[in-house]
């Protein structure tokens, strides 16, 4: 069983009785014995008492999104069962002991009846109520919108791997194909004698192996295709402006167009120049388009990995998938201006967690720093070991920082410092409650101008075990 939803230390929510209190209320029903792994009421059942523990504990789960998430566990001194009692309405969650454990059983009835007479113990129990009925609200509303998302983005996922990889075979096949058909058309040129088609293959062969030439600023370009078209202009050659840019993006330039000197001259160097610009655009093109398509296919990989739509819950799962994924589906935001640092401790061992809850942390904590950073600067995602049983995940960027008057409200519900309809305030509010409630793990921040970073420290083994 995973850590709770609730805190149970929460005494507003989960509000405990001294021993004489609990004594008194023992006038208004029994005490029964339960055995470990007893039920004391079940979800959806509609004829159950209210309880008080006396001894042991008792865990209390419900049916949310096709899996059982623990809500919390009652100690001694708690009650449970109340909210549907109240609100007339089945019960919501399942109650069972987790050790054998003593109970006070108090009859509906009998519990109506106290809560009318207005004593500590009723009013203690309304405001129990109340709280806890918002809390189970928000929390199912958001899982019922997550599962939803979720299957969404699956499907959409998988109907677009297909397409996307047959694309990518496409675009492959053309470029070997587009190439042949160069090859044929060379062959059939009689303005090039078979020495000079040599030349051209060799000439061809060279410049397609060749490492892709890093691309260069755009004055820096355009003086390179000026060069390389007024050198073909010089020699005659018509279409000089139209052949200089898919010569230049193959990194041939005016110094290397000199050695075609020796080979050409005349209709035969047209002949070249114009194959090779034409042969190399259509390979860059078809290189493009390969990559495009690889590209999607990355994208929907990304996808199906940041949804974990196959999996239970918790599984065992290496971090750093999690973080790319998010990553390149935040690649929006981050290509334009932001550079991305990765520091990972690929020795890091697999830790027990939910990958869709945990990417969700993620998400939050890199858009909200893409957004500090306007778009521009550096960020930085590192992973490490802490201690012997714990994993650290930081996510720092170099943006101006949280001003220290707001630093301590960060973490509340819809406390936001961006604009009207830009954030609702809920993002870090989730994040902790996935990272403490949901893995029993730690998330702080530390802000200094320039130097932003929020650590998540999460166990290897998953949320600390309560109950069986």
């Known amino acids: 069983m995973t850590a709770p939803v609730h805190d149970p230390a929460d005494r507003v929510l989960f509000p405990t009785f001294a021993p004489e209190v609990v004594e008194d209320m023992k006038r208004w029903g029994t005490v029964e014995e339960v055995p470990a792994g007893g039920v004391l009421f079940a979800e959806g059942e509609t004829d159950y008492d209210l309880f008080v523990v006396l ?3 008792i865990r209390v789960t419900k049916r949310i999104g096709g899996d059982e998430q623990l809500l919390t566990v009652h100690e001694a001194g708690g009650i449970a069962g109340e909210i549907g009692i109240l609100s007339g309405a089945p019960a919501i969650a399942t109650g069972t002991a987790v050790e054998p454990a003593r109970v006070l059983r108090i009859p509906v009835d009998a519990f109506r009846q106290m809560i009318a007479q207005s004593t500590p113990f009723s009013r203690a129990a309304l405001q129990a109520l109340s709280g806890r009925t918002r809390d189970v609200d928000a929390q199912m509303r958001q899982q019922e919108k997550l599962t939803a998302l979720g299957r969404m983005a699956a499907g959409l996922a998988h109907e677009l791997n297909n397409p ?8 492959a096949a053309l470029r070997d194909e587009m190439a042949a058909a160069q090859r044929r058309s060379l062959d059939h040129d009689c303005r090039l004698d078979p020495a000079q088609r040599d030349a051209v293959r060799a000439v061809y062969a060279r410049l397609a192996s060749a490492p892709a030439p890093k691309p260069a600023d755009a004055l820096a370009r355009s003086d390179a ?5 007024l050198w073909l202009d010089e020699r005659g050659m018509e279409d000089a402006w139209e052949c200089a840019p898919s010569l230049v993006d193959a990194g041939l330039d005016a110094a290397g167009l000199q050695a075609l000197d020796a080979t050409f001259a005349g209709d ?9 610009a034409g042969t190399l655009l259509m390979t860059t093109l078809a290189g493009e388009l390969e990559g495009s398509a690889g590209k999607i296919s990355t994208l929907v990989k990304a996808i199906k990995e940041y949804s974990y739509m196959d999996r239970g819950r918790l599984q065992r799962l290496d971090v750093h998938d999690g973080l790319e994924s998010t ?7 981050l290509r334009s201006g932001i550079t991305v640092h990765r520091e990972y401790d690929r020795t890091l061992p697999q830790i027990c967690a939910s990958g869709s809850e945990l990417n969700q942390v993620w998400t939050n904590l890199v858009d909200n720093a893409a957004a500090a950073m306007n778009g521009r600067g550096n960020l930085w995602i590192r992973t490490m070991r802490e201690g012997l049983d714990s994993v650290r995940i930081e996510i720092a960027d170099d943006g101006p920082g949280i001003p220290p008057a707001v630093q301590p409200r960060i973490w509340e519900p819809f406390f936001t410092t961006k604009g009207v309809g830009e954030g609702t305030g809920l993002g870090l509010d989730i994040a902790r409650r996935i990272v403490e409630r949901g893995h029993g793990g730690v998330i702080r921040a530390v802000s200094h101008p320039g130097d932003t970073r929020f650590i998540v420290t999460l166990r290897i083994d998953g949320p600390p075990r309560t109950g069986a």
């Open 55 to 57: 001894e042991g504990r």
């Open 268 to 276: 035969a160097l047209e002949a070249a120049v114009e194959w090779l």
């Open 164 to 171: 996307a990889a047959a694309a990518r075979r496409a675009a």
């Open 225 to 229: 295709e000026d060069a390389v078209a």
């Open 327 to 333: 990553l390149a589906m935040l690649g929006h935001k």
